[in-house]
Structures are given as C-alpha cells and as structure tokens.
C-alpha cells in the first residue's frame, strides 16, 4: 500500500479544532513519546488520541455496554443544503429527484457544460447513479467548475476539465483512521453482549479466538463476566469502513481477568501477549468449536440410545448440523473414516504423547486424508449426526498416551515470555493502552 493510500491519522486534523493549551500539552507529550522505542508506535498513536479527544459515551439506562471512538471532526453536508464553501472549493449535494442539469443551472453555470461532465463519468459510474445528498466537492476556476470528486465507497469518481474536454478517473482516497473502545457486560452469550456494544461480526470472532487456550465460551462464560477492548476503526468520509485489529482487549470470567495485547515482537510480524509478556498461543485450544454448548460430559452417564449406564470417554457439543470442526492443535492425522458408533470419526496425533478424536461428523474437509499435517484451528469437518447419536453433536476425546483422559483437564506447559529489551517495550506499550482503557471505559 502506498503512502497515499494509508490511513490517515487524526494527528492530521487536531491543530484547527485544538484550543491552544491543549495543543501546548500534545506537543509536549509527542517530543516525550518521540524518544521512546519504535516499537511503541502504536501506544504513541493510542495516547495521542487519548490527550486530544473528550469522551463521548452514549447515556444508557442501564450501563451493560459502553463504546467510545476518538472525535474526529468530519465535516458532512446536510442533503437538504445546496452548497458549502471549504476552504476556496464548493461542495455540493443533489436533491432527492434533482438531476445534473438542474444542479447546473441552480448554480449558474453552463446546462452545456453539465451535458460533457456526464458524458465523461458514463462508462465509470453514470450521473444517474449519483446519489442524493452525498457531498460533491468541485474544484473552482474563478466561477466555473474546473473538477468534481465524487465519492463512492473506498474511492473517489474524480472528473477534471482539461483543453480537450471533460476526463474521468477512479481515485483511492484515504481513510481517517481512529481509536475505538468499547465493553459489555455478559447476561446470555458472549455474542449478545458483543453487538450491544456495537462491535462487528469479525472482530467479536477475532475476541473469542485470541482467549481460546483460556476461555471455553460454550460452558465457562457466566453472567456478570465482562470485556473491554481498544481496537481500530477506519472511517469513510464519516461512516465506518471497518474494524480491526483489536490493540488490547481483557477480559473477566468467573473473577478471572485475561488480557491480550497486541504487540511488534519482530519487525512487521505483530503478536498478541498476556499481561505478563507470555504468547497467548498455547499447545491446545480449549474447545474444538468456537460457539456451541456442553450437552454430555467426561464420565459416566447413562446412553440415550443403548439405555445402559457405561463411561463417556470424552464431551459431546451440541451444534447445528454443517458447524465448522477445528483441530485443537497442530498434528498429523492417523484416521479418517468411518468408526462404527462414532460415525465419520477424525483422529489426530499432536506430538508423542497426545491425540485427539472427533465423532460423528456429518462430512470431512474437502480433501483431508490419512498422513495430512493438520495446524492449530484449521477446519477438519462439520458438526452432524453419524453412527449412534440423536441429534447434532460434536463427539470430542482426548487421549493420553492412548487412554482416554478428560479434555478440560489438559494442562498447557508454561511458554516463555519476552526479555530484555523486548520486554521493556511490550510494558510501555502495555501501560499506555490500558490507560485508555481504564480513563474511557473504567478498565
């Protein structure tokens, strides 16, 4: 991506709108920042918004979910206003029903004229397309229109006047680049509580999977368990054009609270951390699927189907049928078939000690076959209903050293943390980001 391209920080816009005392105390702040490590580059962006920006928390009757995004001024054009004057150029807006022509003419320049703008933006995105009160910015010559920027999405229709006539180009345009918060308390589903504080479908996936050697969100979660994250946004000319990546995120569950952090251990290779500066990556995920429920445990139960009571050697998880399947950790897989009461049946050997199977799927991932090296989270079949089972499930086992050992009480050997240098920096960055969090969002 060229620099052009990028984001734009909202270091860009504070100077205009910051009352000199403030801007005083960000300058001060950024020479500070500025002899720190390169490695908190993003703390220093972070922080910086922090300094500048005001709080701006909705009011809620009842407080379950808060969310805060750094105020950048974006000016917008009211559809119902015809024109607006910034800085020497005219922005403009069509009505509802208005066409080019009448644009034109409210503004007193040429309907000829009109007839060649639309001619050249024809094979690109026709006028007719143009929607009402999207904001028009026009280049001026004197009182005449020189170019027009027409935004749509991620880019810009530009169309500029030249000595052979009207000419139109697509133009990537930047985005405005901000912090967001947000957190939410859990009453039902981590999912529940996640889009009520507003955050997007992938960055709720990507919460869950950054604290999956920790957290099984199908049976640990309680209510009154919270989360609370920074992440990035990016924003098109005042609307959100995506999330991501989460910065820092923590997260309490049954009085314990997991933090991931994101961090530059290597050159262009982000990481996340805990709080102590250990990867949060571990040998095993904790469960096979990300959302779904406990419907039998490890032990003896009493078979719905043989009607005899006899040991269930691993965890049934209730899923609707077709649910992705992920390989807990990284191994080689020894069997790939079908098993008599287990149905279509996975199993996969992690290192010399361990394995793990899966029951009863309804199908295998395409093109997964016996001696294929299987990585941590890659799907290897879908939830379904094989062999001796009466509805959808997930039949998932743990083996040690070939006995049959309860999955959730495997426990994952100590990874080692950052040092030195490297250390040093990941505390810096850790405490700026969780001095956001705490000021906007109570930590």
Excluded: C
Excluded at 30 to 38: C, E, G, Q
Excluded at 167 to 187: D, F, M, N
Excluded at 209 to 224: K, M, N, T, V, Y
Excluded at 358 to 372: C, N
């Amino acid at each position: 991506m060229s620099d052009s391209l990028r984001p734009r920080s909202y270091l860009h816009r504070i100077p205009g709108s910051t009352p000199p005392s403030r801007w005083n105390r960000l300058k001060a702040a950024v020479a500070h920042l500025r002899r720190m490590p390169r490695k908190v580059s993003v703390a220093l962006v972070v922080l910086i918004g922090w300094i500048t920006i005001q709080t701006a928390l909705p009011s809620a009757p009842e407080p379950k979910a808060k969310r805060w995004v750094s105020d950048l001024e974006i000016g917008a054009v009211d559809p119902e206003t015809a024109m607006n004057v910034r800085g020497g150029d005219l922005v403009v807006a069509l009505n509802a029903g208005q066409n080019l022509e009448q644009l034109f003419s409210a503004q007193g320049w040429s309907v000829a004229e009109s007839y060649a703008v639309a001619k050249a933006a024809k094979p690109l995105l026709a006028v007719g397309r143009w929607q009402a009160g999207v904001p028009i910015t026009v280049g001026l010559e004197g009182s005449l229109p020189a170019s027009f920027r027409y935004p749509d999405g991620t880019r810009d229709l530009l169309l500029e006047r030249h000595d052979e006539g009207w000419q139109g180009q697509w133009q990537e345009h930047p985005l405005e680049l901000r912090v967001t918060a947000a957190s939410g308390e859990i009453r039902s589903s981590l999912w529940e509580a996640a889009q009520e504080a507003g955050l997007p479908e992938n960055l709720i996936m990507e919460m869950a999977e950054l604290f999956a050697w920790d957290i099984d969100f199908s049976r640990d979660l309680r209510p009154g368990d919270r989360f609370s994250l920074l992440f990035e946004e990016r924003f098109d000319h005042g609307k959100s054009a995506g999330a991501g990546p989460i910065l820092m995120v923590r997260f309490t569950n049954e009085g314990q609270t997991y933090t991931a952090v994101r961090f530059e251990a290597s050159a262009g290779q982000p990481q996340y951390f805990t709080e102590e500066g250990k990867p949060i990556v571990r040998a095993f995920l904790r469960a096979p699927l990300k959302f779904s429920r406990i419907s039998s445990s490890y032990g003896m139960r009493y078979h719905p189907i043989q009607k005899t009571w006899k040991q269930h050697t691993g965890i049934d998880y209730a899923a609707a049928s077709g649910t992705p399947v992920r390989a807990v950790g990284d191994g080689r897989v020894t069997f790939r078939g079908w098993k008599g009461g287990y149905g279509n049946f996975v199993v996969i050997r992690h290192n010399a000690t361990y394995e793990s199977a899966y029951g009863h799927l309804r199908g295998f991932a395409r093109g997964l076959s016996v001696g294929d090296r299987v990585q941590q989270g890659e799907i290897i079949g879908y939830v379904g209903m094989t062999g001796l089972a009466t509805g959808p499930h997930l039949h998932f086992e743990f083996r040690k050293n070939g006995t049959f050992i309860n999955p959730r009480s495997i426990k994952p050997p100590p990874t080692a943390g950052l040092v030195g240098e490297r250390a040093q920096h990941f505390a810096q960055q850790r405490e700026h980001l969780g001095r956001i969090l705490e000021s906007q969002l109570g930590g």
